[in-house]
């Protein structure tokens, strides 16, 4: 580390002491102004985006623990309770949504997991994709197949019939 | 050696480069088996053929790399919030990482044989 010392005053011999640091500026050499780097001029658009990107943030963070349950709850039953992947199937689904307890459950989780996912690769596009264009379609196609997943996905847990065939 | 000109990362960053790499292949994931599961509308024989799929050795071994991004994505992703919302988090997030990764490597070595067990019964015989 390196100390620059702008301290013209040293009215004391005490290394470190309170007298060092206090002559630098008083009420007749007050210390200079430095503007807030973002400050609101005249120039700056009077239509803001509101505060969407608090409100994203404060989603990931609410949907996430909401998930941390939901999805490790799903893994533990799918991938390592009863025989772990082996006893996946038709038959398997056919049981867990006949109960209305995990439709409510698969259908929060897809909801909650598809738009945590979305707004985290929303971020990702925006921190990436320089071009306008780039970011502007690669953000619709996101978008699009968020809409296209969730609505599948719901219709799915809705209209499930176990006597299909 | 100088003080810091270069951004070196460390925990704070590395914590951050993988909370995204594993965000994005979740969700990429997630995609696909919302697609798999939805042919179960189409009929039991050809959501039973995919899952399928889904027990071959290798799609297993890649579940098994799914629960580890998954499980570091919620642990890391507690630690965020409480850096965010603790009020001693950010001076804490070292520790809590290391604490996010001794918990991971726990809940890891739990989950190899549940997870495996379809293809390890498989290979080497029940």
Redesign the interface.
């Given at each position: 580390?390196?100390t620059t010392e702008t301290t013209e005053s040293k009215t004391t011999d005490e290394p470190g002491g309170p007298a060092d640091s206090v002559a630098l500026y008083d009420v007749d050499h007050p210390a200079p102004v430095i503007e807030p780097p973002r400050k609101r001029t005249a120039k700056t658009p009077k239509a803001s985006r509101g505060n969407f990107e608090m409100q994203t943030w404060l989603f990931m963070?609410l949907s996430?623990?909401v998930?941390?349950v939901l999805?490790?709850g799903h893994?533990l039953i799918q991938?390592?309770?009863d025989?772990?992947?082996?006893k996946?199937?038709?038959?398997f689904?056919a049981g867990r949504w006949a109960s209305p307890f995990w439709q409510v459950w698969d259908l929060l989780m897809?909801w909650l997991?598809?738009l945590h996912?979305?707004n985290?690769?929303r971020t990702?596009i925006n921190d990436y994709a320089e071009r306008d264009n780039t970011r502007f379609w690669l953000k619709m196609l996101l978008y699009a197949?968020t809409v296209f997943?969730v609505l599948?996905?719901t219709?799915?847990i809705f209209?499930?019939?176990p006597n299909?065939? | 050696m100088p003080?810091g000109t270069l951004y070196r990362g460390r925990e704070g960053m590395w914590s951050w480069v993988a909370h995204?790499v594993t965000?994005?292949l979740?969700?990429f994931f997630?995609?696909v088996h919302?697609?798999d599961?939805?042919l179960?509308?189409v009929?039991?024989?050809a959501?039973?053929d995919t899952?399928a799929i889904?027990?071959t050795p290798l799609v297993?071994l890649m579940?098994y790399g799914l629960?580890a991004a998954?499980?570091f994505h919620?642990l890391n992703?507690?630690r965020?919030?409480a850096v965010?919302?603790w009020s001693k988090g950010a001076r804490y997030q070292k520790q809590m990482l290391w604490t996010v990764m001794g918990v991971w490597i726990v809940l890891m070595a739990g989950?190899f044989y549940?997870?495996?067990?379809?293809t390890l019964r498989e290979l080497f015989g029940s």
């Open positions: 580390m390196s963070r996430g623990i998930l941390v999805v490790l893994l991938l390592v309770l025989g772990g992947v082996s996946i199937g038709f038959a689904v897809l997991a598809m996912g979305a985290g690769l990702v197949a997943t599948l996905g219709l799915v209209t499930f019939d299909i065939r | 003080a995204r965000g994005v979740i969700f997630l995609f919302v697609l599961t939805a179960v509308r009929s039991p024989e959501y039973d899952v889904y027990k297993n579940e629960v998954i499980l919620a992703g507690l965020v919030i965010d919302f989950a549940p997870v495996l067990q379809h």
